[in-house]
């Protein structure tokens, strides 16, 4: 089994920055692609930004310039720098995972708990 556990969350002004971090742990032989999703209230969870064990990343428009996605391979940890932060950016942020299980010879999608960011004055 793997656990992904999130921190960093909290309320901050519009404009202010917010780092989440995501950690990874268990039964982990490789992770392929880790990343951050998010869901307001009424709306569908949105891939946020992803990044590759390599370092490619991948960014929602409205993130763009303003949110960077960081990884450490050997912690199995990814955080996610959020900067000039909008009231449209208030929703629980999910960190994902891909989880190559080496004794199942497949690999594995994992979902952590969520973290609330609010973005209010």
């Known amino acids: 089994q793997v656990q992904l556990v999130e921190s960093g969350g909290g309320l901050v002004q519009p404009g202010g920055s917010l780092r989440l971090s995501c950690a990874a742990s268990?039964?982990?032989?490789?992770?392929?692609?880790m990343g951050w999703y998010r869901q307001a209230p009424g709306k569908e969870r949105e891939l946020v930004a992803a990044?590759?064990?390599?370092?490619?990343?991948n960014y929602a428009d409205s993130v763009k310039g303003r949110f960077t996605i960081s990884r450490d391979n050997a912690k199995n940890t990814i955080h996610l720098q959020m900067n000039s932060l909008k009231p449209e950016d208030t929703a629980v942020y999910y960190c994902?995972?891909?989880?190559?299980?080496?004794?199942?010879?497949?690999?594995?999608?994992?979902w952590g708990q969520g973290t609330q960011v609010t973005v209010s004055s």
């Open positions: 990044i590759t064990r390599g370092g490619s990343t």
């Open positions: 994902n995972a891909d989880v190559y299980n080496f004794a199942m010879r497949d690999e594995y999608n994992y």
């Open positions: 268990g039964s982990i032989f490789s992770i392929n692609v």
